[in-house]
């Protein structure tokens, strides 16, 4: 599709505080797009809409609480009187071997990612039909390829892409639009967070190029921009992931043979480090205290 113009139409962000969310709601908002902005961190939300320069509005929720999110769908449209875009952004990571990870954490990463989505799509999609609209998932590089180390990111970033391509299927008839964001590792809090792990960080330097990078976040941001206003069913932050998906059949059996070996690599330094990870990051530590104050 040719480029649709963003001026005056209403965009919806989750996970709008920091990182991919909250560069996203800037670079939208000077193209003139109207912003609600959804996520954990009020006081942080708060000061991403107030400097924006279009009329934008925030809600603290967890796109997790069904009657929370069903709650936001129907004030941002009473606010802004129409949903023209949802881009479910919103999402939380941990890392290590499943065997040793914390249950908590894990479950959560699922709950957040795939959970979530799916609530956020069933309290907007009805706007979205009004007003035919876009809906953009945001998923990952962990959709295409699975990797050791990242069970739960890698299966909620699966199941998101499959319930998008799902949901296309269902409303493409209805005007509404789905398109599916894959990022590989961008430089946000999330990634910094996980760096912060000796471990994951020297693992993940380990793999082939291009996958061992830290991408720019603005290059990115503007890669997901572009396929809003196309609304693309397809949006890569970086251009060579299009290519992961001609091979994406063989990489399970080559990350499986590969992942043994590093496994091996590093499993003397693995049970000396104490097991169990929490959540990553700024987000993830918002996440924890929300739940923690609940």
């Not at 929720?61 to 009473?78: I, Q, S």
């Not at 499993?267 to 530590?285: D, E, H, I, T, Y």
């Amino acid at each position: 599709m040719g480029r649709r113009s963003l001026q005056g139409q209403v965009v919806v962000v989750t996970g709008a505080a920091r990182g991919v969310g909250e560069l996203l709601a800037r670079k939208l908002a000077a193209r003139g797009a109207r912003l609600a902005l959804v996520g954990l961190e009020p006081e942080e939300l708060e000061k991403v809409a107030r400097t924006l320069p279009t009329d934008s509005a925030h809600w603290h929720a967890d796109v997790t609480d069904h009657a929370g999110m069903a709650r936001v769908a129907r004030e941002v449209r009473e606010r802004f009187g129409t949903v023209d875009v949802v881009v479910a952004n919103a999402g939380v990571a941990t890392g290590g071997p499943f065997t040793d990870s914390d249950e908590t954490a894990w479950r959560r990463v699922i709950e957040v990612n795939l959970l979530g989505s799916a609530t956020t799509a069933r309290a907007f999609l009805p706007a979205l039909v009004e007003s035919r609209g876009y809906l953009l998932q945001i998923a990952s590089l962990a959709a295409l390829t699975p990797a050791p180390m990242m069970s739960a990111y890698c299966a909620s970033k699966s199941g998101v892409e499959a319930f998008a391509h799902s949901i296309r299927a269902e409303v493409g008839y209805q005007g509404v639009r789905v398109g599916v964001g894959y990022l590989s590792w961008t430089d946000t809090d999330m990634v910094r967070g996980a760096d912060q792990d000796e471990v994951l960080r020297e693992l993940r330097g380990r793999l082939p190029w291009p996958t061992n990078r830290t991408y720019p976040l603005g290059p990115a941001v503007d890669r997901i921009v572009a396929g809003i206003e196309r609304r693309s069913f397809h949006v890569y932050g970086q251009g060579w992931l299009r290519g992961m998906q001609a091979i994406r059949g063989y990489l399970p059996g080559i990350i499986g043979r590969v992942g043994q070996r590093e496994m091996r690599h590093f499993a003397p330094r693995l049970a000396a480090s104490g097991g169990a990870r929490g959540l990553v990051g700024a987000g993830g530590a918002a996440d924890e205290k929300e739940r923690t104050e609940r």
